[in-house]
T-cell receptor, first 113, second 117 residues
Framework: DQQVKQNSPSLSVQEGRISILNCDYT??????FLWYKKYPAEGPTFLIS?????DKNEDGRFTVFLNKSAKHLSLHIVPSQPGDSAVYFC????????????FGTGTRLQVFP | DAGVIQSPRHEVTEMGQEVTLRCKPI?????LFWYRQTMMRGLELLIY????????DSGMPEDRFSAKMPNASFSTLKIQPSEPRDSAVYFC???????????????FGEGSWLTVV
């Protein structure tokens, strides 16, 4: 069973507008959430994270929102740029003394001019 | 600084053959992860080492898969015998202690693209 779900396999957004990528999780004990970005033929790279004790974290054009009651987080990119076109993975850290991350299936974002 | 180094980048092999994927983690990182990327399941964690010791191998699909970390700078993932359904991109990643708790991150290699025909 997927503990971290990204139900939208793809998203297409016009340059300059907002991109919103969504992620749902099942385990209320997850204590840290991260977003990774992946370009073709490259490994995923870290983008932004949020602790479960917060509900928002912002870094430049990227903002992550966490709604614990809904077990939902989202990544907002404003304004979207063509260089943001990539696959975005949501990840969560299980409780306990572990550094492993559980990833979702990814959402492919395409930003067109 | 060198990142996580994986080899081979691409491998095409016939069903039944043994496949060995290799990984050199970032120096100073004591956690190492093997992930597999497929369309259906995204990035799946196969196995996780800490200080060269396997901590969690619950994601290893079956006995055909094995992983070793003989020292802090090298790990292998072996599939024997390989099957077409093993075709995927295999990523190695490494991290400093407590990386995800710090919101730091784990660092991925560029992946090994495996095709079993």
């Amino acid at each position: 069973d997927q503990q971290v779900k990204q139900n939208s396999p793809s998203l297409s957004v016009q340059e300059g507008r907002i991109s919103i990528l969504n992620c749902d999780y099942t385990n209320s004990m997850f204590d840290y959430f991260l977003w990774y970005k992946k370009y073709p033929a490259e490994g995923p790279t870290f983008l932004i994270s949020i602790s479960s004790i917060k509900d928002k974290n912002e870094d430049g054009r990227f903002t992550v929102f966490l709604n614990k009651s809904a077990k939902h987080l989202s990544l907002h990119i404003v304004p979207s740029q063509p260089g943001d076109s990539a696959v975005y993975f949501c990840a969560a850290r299980p409780p306990g003394n572990t550094d492993k991350l559980i990833f979702g299936t990814g959402t492919r974002l395409q930003v067109f001019p | 600084d060198a990142g996580v180094i994986q080899s081979p980048r691409h491998e095409v092999t016939e069903m039944g053959q043994e496949v060995t994927l290799r990984c050199k983690p970032i120096s100073g990182h004591n956690s190492l992860f093997w992930y597999r990327q497929t369309m259906m399941r995204g990035l799946e964690l196969l196995i996780y080492f800490n200080n060269n010791v396997p901590i969690d191998d619950s994601g290893m699909p079956e006995d055909r898969f094995s992983a070793k970390m003989p020292n802090a700078s090298f790990s292998t993932l072996k599939i024997q015998p390989s099957e077409p359904r093993d075709s995927a991109v295999y990523f190695c990643a490494s991290a400093k202690p407590g990386a995800s708790r710090l919101g730091n991150t784990i660092y991925f290699g560029e992946g090994s693209w495996l095709t079993v025909v």
